[in-house]
DNA sequence: TGGGGTACTTACTCGGAGGTGAGCGTGCAG
DNA sequence: CTGCACGCTCACCTCCGAGTAAGTACCCCA
């Protein structure tokens, strides 16, 4: 494995930071949202401004298309890229098996925990 | 998916943080390392004071075993438990995924940048 | 007339992640 | 006899991720 600092790594950062691991999962199920109700999905737990952020980051990195409805009030939709997918599914494969050993990690937590 | 902070985000959390990644995909071969082996695969760029963290973060989880053998000068040997390979082999997954796309990624990044 | 929704940006602030350097207690190589 | 390697721990300090609050420009509804 390669470590200093390369392209992978960051990229590998971008998609395990907080709150992307978090947006590649809602916007992994295919749809389109905008802004606000992706906030409200993942219910305010992330500002406004790091979900802007995020949204930026992940755009650069070509996984989240961002289309602008030039009208008043704005409006604009994410969407997942194909290469967006791609990531997104290993993540959610991820948190499926988090789903399915988080009972396991809770009891070996426990046992640390009293030892 | 429930996202005010359950146990499977924190667990989630501790599997994708900065140096949790690196760790995990290092003892993903199924070897057993040691202490300061571990650190030099890594090229020094992770702290000493942060390994040990993320260890036992790790080790609490029940991703890693820790082994002691009580000599001097200290020897220590960490390897992944059979949960722990379970979590590993997605993040490996999403390694190798991530290096067949970065030029991919890399692409869409300075087509970003000019513009 | 004014209050809320929309999708942000900017400025200010703070806590905690993370780095640095030292120390420890011994055995072994030089 | 010196000094390094080992696997940490502790104290101190820095810097950045992240929250909060306010502003923006316009429309709609009450």
Not at 56 to 81: K, Q, S
């Amino acid at each position: 494995m390669q470590v200093t600092m390369c392209p992978e790594r960051a990229i590998m950062e971008h998609i395990t930071s907080k709150w992307g691991v978090l947006v590649l999962q809602v916007l992994s199920d295919g749809g389109s949202w905008r802004f606000s109700a992706l906030r409200r999905e993942l219910e305010d737990v992330v500002s406004e401004k790091m979900l802007t952020q995020t949204l930026r980051t992940l755009e650069r990195d070509g996984f989240v298309h961002r289309e602008v409805h030039p009208v008043i009030p704005p409006h604009v939709e994410y969407a997942l890229t194909p290469l967006g997918k791609g990531a997104a599914s290993h993540l959610v494969a991820l948190a499926h098996w988090i789903e399915a050993n988080q009972p396991e990690v809770s009891q070996a937590q426990r046992r640390y925990d009293n030892s």
